[in-house]
């Protein structure tokens, strides 16, 4: 699959209550990448929740910007 031959390391973050990106859906997604992260963000704000509440999952993002080593699948 095209994606597994990417060497690029990938984040996906779900938030609870999205409708119009679910977290089941973006995890698959990003599954299919050799190098993947997931977070799950419990908020209360649906897709809006990348918005609204920064401080909740910007750490997560932090991290991962910050990964010397990442694990391969």
């Known amino acids: 699959m095209f994606f597994k031959n990417l060497e690029t390391k990938v984040l996906t973050m779900g938030f609870i209550?999205?409708?119009l990106y679910p977290?089941?859906?973006?995890r698959a997604?990003?599954?299919r990448f050799k190098y993947h992260r997931?977070?799950?963000?419990?908020?209360n704000v649906g897709h809006d929740g990348f918005l609204l509440n920064f401080s909740t999952w910007a750490?997560?993002?932090?991290?991962f910007?910050?990964?010397k080593h990442?694990?391969?699948k």
Do not use: A, I, S, W
Request: charge should be negative; charged fraction near 30%.
């Open 17 to 19: 209550d999205d409708l």
């Open 38 to 43: 997931h977070f799950f963000v419990p908020d």
């Open 23 to 26: 977290d089941d859906q973006v």
């Open 29 to 31: 997604l990003g599954e």
């Open 59 to 63: 750490p997560n993002l932090y991290h």
């Open 70 to 72: 990442f694990k391969r």
């Open 65 to 67: 910007l910050n990964l």
